[in-house]
């Protein structure tokens, strides 16, 4: 079974700044995804960033880049220009390339990354 | 934009009752997904489905059952609930499909008394 970890329950970051949360994973297949939910305060969780396995290179989008390490099973999450709308709980995902069971696509979820943005 | 919406916000019941969750979306997505979540334990898959009337375990399905009678709707039923079923549950559902990623609703935080 796959896990996945993310070592900071909590991180803050002044506005402006850049902050990184990390994420390692555990697995033995070579195709999967990965993927960061944001959850801000009593709102919905919703997609940030998205990662192929097969893909060398790192996805970005506009502020939200990642660093994916396949080999050390490494994916964090850089966080450009930070602002207060970025505070939130942060999820590293993982989800198999191949269905499981009667041929759904799991995701497991990292324990989260509470990160404060200070003004 | 994709909605996925959950029939309460918040809710409180006692020890023992029959408690249902539900959950809608309006985009005609094959997949759906009851997750529990904790502070300090993530999300947790507790049932999905993959189409009307079928259904799979997911990492924690005991104590809990699921019905899904059409396409657009996915119930969580707490049989006989219990004071450790307190929680926040968070409803999803995606297409299907490789790298589509699952559409979350707002959450049901649930205490059960």
């Known amino acids: 079974a796959q896990t996945v970890t993310q070592s900071q329950p909590e991180m803050s970051v002044q506005e402006a700044e850049t902050v990184t949360l990390s994420c390692t994973y555990d697995?033995?297949?070579?195709?999967?995804?990965l993927f960061w939910y944001k959850q801000p305060p009593s709102r919905q969780m919703i997609l940030v960033i998205r990662?192929?396995?097969?893909?060398?290179q790192n996805a970005t989008e506009n502020r939200f880049s990642v660093n994916f390490q396949k080999a050390a099973k490494s994916f964090s999450l850089k966080i450009s220009d930070s602002q207060l709308g970025d505070a939130a709980m942060y999820f590293c995902?993982?989800?198999?390339?191949?269905?499981?069971?009667?041929?759904?696509?799991?995701?497991?979820f990292g324990k989260g990354t509470k990160l404060s943005v200070i003004p | 934009d994709v909605k996925v919406t959950q029939s309460s916000r918040y809710l409180v019941k006692r020890t023992g009752e029959k408690v249902f969750l539900e959950c809608v979306q309006d985009?005609?997505?094959?997949?759906m997904f009851w997750y529990r979540q904790d502070p300090g334990l993530g999300l947790r898959l507790i049932y999905f489905?993959?189409?009307?009337?079928?259904?799979e375990k997911g990492d924690i399905p005991e104590g809990y059952s699921v019905s899904r009678e059409k396409k657009e709707r996915f119930s969580l039923i707490l049989e006989s609930a219990s004071t450790n079923q307190t929680s926040m549950y968070l409803c999803?559902?995606?297409?299907?499909?490789?790298?589509?990623?699952?559409?979350f609703g707002p959450g049901t935080r649930l205490t059960v008394t």
């Open positions: 697995t033995s297949e070579s195709d999967y995804y």
């Open positions: 999803a559902s995606n297409v299907g499909g490789t790298y589509y990623e699952q559409y």
């Open positions: 489905s993959y189409d009307v009337k079928m259904k």
């Open positions: 990662q192929e396995a097969y893909k060398q």
């Open positions: 995902a993982y989800r198999s390339a191949y269905p499981s069971g009667a041929g759904s696509y799991q995701l497991t």
């Open positions: 985009m005609d997505h094959e997949n």
